[in-house]
């Protein structure tokens, strides 16, 4: 069994997955490439129990720029990720976000929307009455109006995409192991690389570190402290009679959330502050749904009154507790240990931006494509966040 490799990727979900392609793909790299992952199942990552959806409304151009990339690289999925002829289905669809706001909020509502379309997102700001005139379902009377994406949002089979990547990284010679990370092998100048819970060594030049809510223990492995925390987020399924006609992902000035699934809904909120502790169970609070989530489900859209919950499930979100952007590339004390940790509920929209941008890192040592410099260590270290105020 092989034990060097150019570069191992710890985390085989949808990001980890997304370095790999990215770097087989790549005619000026090749190296070898090692996916090593704890459970090839998949069942409890944050991929599978995501709510699979990408959007361009953000309040930092870096993360505009990243997911209008994502669009377009789902979008071209089938084409660039088949395998002996296989096209993947991402089964995407493109209803797009609708952010409400109240008078309280539509300041910041505006002032994102600056930042979309200085970055060409096509989103479109509505008033209360084209509220009303496009979505005659929604109770609009104590809102000062609404931003919609017109085009390259919705939603997909989150799925699909990690699988896809996955499969055409192998068919372009990247090499899938199962192993949990023990500890890491580093000198000053660099890692060298992982110690396995089997006891068994692999060595590497480049080790990246996308292992999600694990992030934390690799990078103490490492000596490095990562300002990332795992956080419970929990998924509600519910049917209603109500019929809500060309109905995007709507996100309520509460924070909470409906898009359609199937014959149904999902739905979600993230908790307050206080009641929101680093977690690593699945326990769902099923009361929350008739408690915290019918209430304002019922006044948003009045058809939900008689909405009726079917199932739910949680997830955890990896936060970066500093500014909810993903931190990205290398620490300045280990500069072959490159990070894409905290995406605080985004990594399945920016993992293709992510992907690409860490194989550049790799073969050419800078960004080429989207500069996401600014996403790096340097403003962790200097305590300087960059903070996305549209985190859902």
């Given amino acids: 069994m092989q034990d060097q490799f150019d570069v191992v990727i710890v985390g085989a979900a949808v990001v980890g997955s997304a370095v790999a392609y990215f770097l087989a793909r790549d005619s000026g790299f090749g190296g070898s490439v090692l996916l090593l992952e704890r459970d090839l199942s998949f069942q409890h990552c944050a991929t599978t129990r995501s709510v699979a959806s990408i959007r361009h409304q953000f309040s930092t151009p870096e993360n505009v720029r990243m997911s209008m990339f994502g669009t377009q690289f789902i979008r071209d999925a089938g084409t660039l990720l088949a395998v002996d002829g296989v096209a993947p289905d991402l089964a995407f669809r493109e209803p797009g976000y609708l952010f ?170 993230a908790p307050p502050p206080d009641e929101d502790p680093e977690c690593h169970d699945f326990d769902v609070p099923l009361d929350w749904f008739e408690d915290r989530l019918w209430p304002t489900l019922a006044h948003r859209v009045p058809g939900f009154e008689a909405a009726r919950l079917h199932s739910a499930w949680a997830g955890h979100y990896d936060v970066n507790l500093l500014d909810d952007n993903v931190i990205l590339g290398a620490h300045p004390a280990l500069p072959r240990l490159l990070f894409a940790n905290g995406f605080s509920g985004h990594g399945v929209q920016q993992a293709p931006a992510v992907g690409r941008a860490l194989a550049e890192l790799v073969v050419s040592g800078r960004y080429c494509t989207l500069d996401l410099s600014a996403l790096g260590w340097q403003r962790v270290i200097d305590q300087q966040p960059l903070r996305e105020t549209s985190v859902v």
């Fill in 100 to 269: 409400l706001a109240t008078a309280a909020g539509h300041a910041v509502l505006q002032a994102n929307h600056r930042v979309q379309r200085a970055e060409g997102a096509d989103v479109a700001l509505l008033a209360p009455p084209e509220l009303a005139a496009r979505f005659p379902w929604l109770n609009h009377h104590d809102l000062a109006g609404g931003a919609l994406g017109l085009s390259g949002e919705g939603w997909l089979d989150a799925h699909a995409l990690m699988h896809g990547l996955r499969q055409k990284a192998v068919a372009l010679g990247a090499v899938v192991r199962q192993g949990e990370v023990l500890d890491v092998l580093h000198t000053p100048a660099g890692v060298r690389g992982v110690v396995l819970a089997d006891g068994s060594r692999v060595g590497c030049r480049w080790l990246v570190n996308a292992a999600g809510t694990g992030a934390t223990t690799l990078a103490r492995q490492a000596g490095i402290l990562l300002p990332v925390q795992s956080r419970k987020r929990c998924v509600f399924h519910f049917t209603s009679p109500a019929l809500l006609p060309a109905c995007p992902l709507v996100v309520d000035p509460t924070g909470l959330y409906f898009r359609p699934e199937g014959q149904g809904f999902l739905c979600g909120t």
